[in-house]
């Protein structure tokens, strides 16, 4: 799938309801491997921090007042804080509809980007500790995002989940990818 194509598809998107909750933006940003195939980094958060200690998710965080008004500017500037990218270096594709966290009560706004000339990954020291690349293709794979079992704090909950590799892309970041698949599989 191409980027244009991508970019339709996003722009396509009705508005979906506004979610109740603090505000966090994530980007989904699309560049390209060695082959040439369209891949997204994903970040294992440090065991360390406080807030969803250990998951992989989009690079992203909450809104601060410096962002100002628009929630593309809290995914950008995590971004770069997260993996080294400089906002000027991503092209905004679209947004996809907001989803909350359980525990945490965050309305997260997820965009999509592209990143034309790939780089390498400088990860915040103390905020992530891994970038785990998948490619898109793995992504919109017939069933690839799909509902499992997991177990948190002793409960077994029923989420929407990607499995790559031993990773496994759960919780409000999979229902992301459930919307991303959505939107670029219609």
């Not at 804080?81 to 997820?110: K, N, Y």
Request: net charge neutral.
């Amino acid at each position: 799938m191409e980027i244009e194509a991508i970019a339709r598809r996003l722009a396509a998107l009705e508005p979906a309801p506004a979610v109740r909750g603090r505000r966090a933006a994530v980007i989904a940003l699309l560049t390209r491997d060695e082959r040439g195939e369209l891949i997204l980094p994903f970040t294992r958060r440090s065991y360390q921090l406080r807030l969803h200690p250990g998951e992989i998710s989009l690079p992203g965080g909450k809104w601060e007042p410096g962002d100002g008004v628009a929630l593309e500017q809290t995914a950008l500037r995590e971004l770069e804080e997260e993996l080294g990218v400089a906002p000027q270096r991503v092209q905004v594709l679209g947004r996809l509809p907001d989803v909350s966290t359980v525990v945490t009560d965050f309305a997260i706004a997820p965009f999509v980007g592209y990143l034309a000339q790939r780089q390498l990954w400088r990860c915040s020291d103390g905020e992530i500790d891994a970038v785990i690349e998948v490619p898109l293709a793995e992504i919109l794979r017939a069933g690839a995002v799909r509902y499992s079992t997991v177990v948190v704090r002793g409960t077994e909950r029923n989420v929407i989940a990607l499995d790559y590799g031993a990773h496994r892309i759960w919780g409000a970041t999979g229902r992301i990818l459930k919307e991303l698949v959505g939107a670029l599989s219609a």
